[in-house]
């Protein structure tokens, strides 16, 4: 009787549930590990084990123990430099690559592993000290963006307009932080996009670009995702250039990669965040939508070290439009408070254009609608599909 193989999750959150459950159809004995006692993909854990996700030498101990076939993750990047650490300390299926991580985890080490490639088009600088963030400021002028380089969900991040801010935000915010904790970028103007693209063996297969409409009053937050994008026929083919060229330098082989770009008004693309993950905020749900591959079937066998024909992975019905729409408090469509009940969703069961409508993320347990100031506030989200870029506004209206 062959044996069944045994796969360490690392991760336990909402995110991580589909994973999980994709083992577990394929008859997999499942080990799922997260900081928190109360994650949800505990409960469909064959072994749960409370540790912290960034402890890769207990990461690499449970993976010892458990003697495990992989060790995976999906769309959280928390446990990259652990994941690394334990594939090649045990000799397993290493789908990671060094500059990968480093990109992936911090924006200052991000950028530098470009500029060595002449890849980085937007000065920045590691502060240490206020003098030499009003230095950087003097020399590039406003607007500035300064946040921590390890932060994500668009958390610590703030957008600087003139020298008082700058002052009262760094005294504010980023005192207690320490060197290499800190990064300052000259703000660039223009339309955002989000690109997410397969990489296979090295080279780009499925690339999508979408349009991230934002809200002024709530930097960097998403409200609504667009695809295919308005500018995708004028950018496609130079994004692609530049996506192939940063896989190139991060020597990424095998993964689903999601950078963030704003378009210059010249038309070039300039990259602002780099992820080399499965993206969340319901992008994911876009890529899978618009192209029809299945990313869990794709990552699992990557982790797994069992990659099949590229087509294989291939398996999603497809649609031309996707969007996906956040409802959220002040600035948006909702008061603030908590949320009693929630009637008339069942309506949408059987409906073929709406793919999804649910709390997102923390919501999904607090039912309390802030106001939109970070990513995590948003409170409600809703995905359509159709046909046209008429139609689909439409179907979410």
């Given amino acids: 009787m062959e044996q069944r193989k045994k796969v360490l999750i690392i991760g336990g959150g909402i ?30 854990a ?7 996700t960034k402890d890769k030498d207990q990461v690499t101990a449970v993976a010892r123990e458990a003697g495990v076939d992989a060790i995976t993750s999906f769309i959280t990047e928390s446990g990259h430099h ?13 789908f990671l690559s060094d500059k990968g991580v480093r ?5 200052i080490e991000m950028r530098k592993l470009l500029a060595e490639r ?72 223009g339309p955002e996009i989000n690109v997410v693209y397969t990489a296979y063996r090295g080279k780009i297969q499925d690339l999508i670009i979408s349009d991230r409409q934002t809200n002024q009053d709530a930097f960097g937050v998403a409200k609504r995702h667009e695809c295919p994008s308005k500018y995708y ?23 689903v990669v999601y950078p963030q770009l704003i378009v210059s008004e010249s038309g070039e693309p300039i990259l602002l965040e780099l992820g080399v993950r499965v993206p969340g905020g319901h992008v994911k749900e876009v890529m899978e939508y618009h192209t029809g591959i299945d990313t869990l079937e794709y990552c699992l066998d990557v982790s797994l070290g069992e990659l099949k024909a590229y087509e294989h992975y291939r398996q999603l019905p497809t649609y031309p439009c996707v969007y996906v729409t956040f409802l959220n408090a002040e600035p948006g469509a909702l008061r603030c408070g908590r949320v009693a009940e929630l009637r008339g969703a069942e309506a949408f069961a059987e409906v073929d254009w ?44």
């Fill in 103 to 107: 990109a992936t985890t911090n924006k």
């Fill in 118 to 189: 002449g890849l980085n088009d937007l000065p920045f600088c590691e502060p240490r000290s206020y003098a030499e963030v009003k230095a950087f400021a003097e020399e590039h002028g406003f607007p500035l963006v300064l946040k921590t380089s390890q932060s994500a969900g668009q958390t610590n991040v703030y957008k600087i307009y003139d020298g008082d801010a700058l002052e009262k935000t760094y005294q504010a915010h980023f005192l207690s932080y320490g060197p290499g904790e800190v990064i300052l970028e000259r703000f660039v103007s």
């Fill in 15 to 44: 995110d991580q549930v589909g994973m999980i459950r994709r083992c577990r159809e394929r008859g997999y004995e499942t080990w799922v590990l997260d900081y928190n006692p109360e994650a949800p993909g505990f409960a469909l």
């Fill in 354 to 397: 709406m793919k999804g409508m649910d709390y997102f993320g923390v919501n999904r347990d607090l039912r309390q609608i802030q106001p939109l100031r970070e990513g995590k506030d948003r409170y409600f989200y809703i995905i359509t599909v159709r046909a046209s870029k008429w139609e689909t506004p439409q179907r979410f209206l």
């Fill in 46 to 52: 064959d072994h749960p084990v409370v540790a912290s």
């Fill in 82 to 94: 652990s994941i690394l650490h334990a594939t090649r300390e045990l000799g397993l299926p290493v």
């Fill in 233 to 255: 026929e004028a950018t496609k083919q130079r994004v692609r250039e530049k996506c192939q060229a940063i896989n190139d330098c991060l020597e990424i082989e095998n993964a």
